[in-house]
C-alpha cells in the first residue's frame, strides 16, 4: 500500500487531488531495532537413574558430589553437618574451578535440595546461580527419576545456559556410572 506521506524516496507519486506540499516534511519515523534474543534464566534437566530412589537420595544429600564426573572434592566449610541449612561447602571441580556453595533448603520428605553459589574462583559470568535437585521414586522398575533446575540471574548468556544443560546431562551418566 502506498504509504500516506510520500516522500521522493517514494516509488508512488503523489495524487493529483493530493493537497499542497508542505513546506518541510516530517521525518519517516526510525524503525525500532530489532530485540536481542530471548535467554531463558532457567535450566532444567532429567534422567531416569536405574538406582532405588533412597541410593539416589543418600548419594545427593551426603552433599559430596562423589557422583559427579567433574567434581575433584566437595568439603564441608560451614556448619554442623552438610545437612544443616546455610552449610556451605568448598566444591572444587577437576579443572581447578572452586565454588562456596550454600545449603538453602533440604527435604527428606520430597527428597529435595537447594544450594546456591555464593562466590566462584575464577569468577562466573552470572550474578546468581541457584540450583535445586529432586528425585522422585519410579515404583514400576523401582528406579528414580532425578531432575535438576538452576535459575540464574537475568545477565545469564545463551552459552551458559549451553554449557549448563550439557553438564547436568553428563553429570546424570556419571551418577548412572557411581550406583
Not at 561447602?89 to 550454600?102: C, K, R
Amino acid at each position: 500500500a502506498p504509504h500516506p506521506h510520500p516522500t521522493s524516496a517514494s516509488p508512488c507519486p503523489p495524487s493529483p487531488a493530493a493537497a499542497p506540499a508542505m513546506a518541510e516534511e516530517a521525518p519517516a519515523p526510525v524503525p525500532a531495532p530489532a530485540p536481542a534474543p530471548t535467554v531463558t534464566c532457567h535450566v532444567s534437566e532429567s534422567a531416569v537413574v536405574a538406582a532405588p530412589v533412597e541410593t539416589v537420595w543418600g548419594l545427593m544429600k551426603a552433599m559430596t558430589f562423589s557422583w559427579w564426573g567433574l567434581v575433584e572434592s566437595c568439603v564441608l566449610a560451614s556448619g554442623e553437618t552438610p545437612n544443616t541449612l546455610g552449610a556451605t561447602f568448598t566444591l572444587t571441580f577437576t579443572d581447578g574451578a572452586v565454588w562456596t556453595i550454600q545449603l538453602t533448603e533440604i527435604s527428606d520428605a520430597s527428597r529435595s535440595l537447594t544450594f546456591e553459589v555464593i562466590t566462584a574462583e575464577p569468577a562466573v559470568s552470572v550474578t546468581s546461580a541457584i540450583h535445586s535437585i529432586s528425585i522422585k521414586k519410579i515404583t514400576k522398575t523401582n528406579s528414580s527419576a532425578v531432575f535438576w533446575t538452576t535459575d540464574y540471574s537475568n545477565d545469564v548468556t545463551a552459552e551458559v545456559i549451553a554449557d549448563s544443560s550439557f553438564k547436568k546431562l553428563d553429570a546424570f551418566d556419571t551418577l548412572a556410572g557411581a550406583l
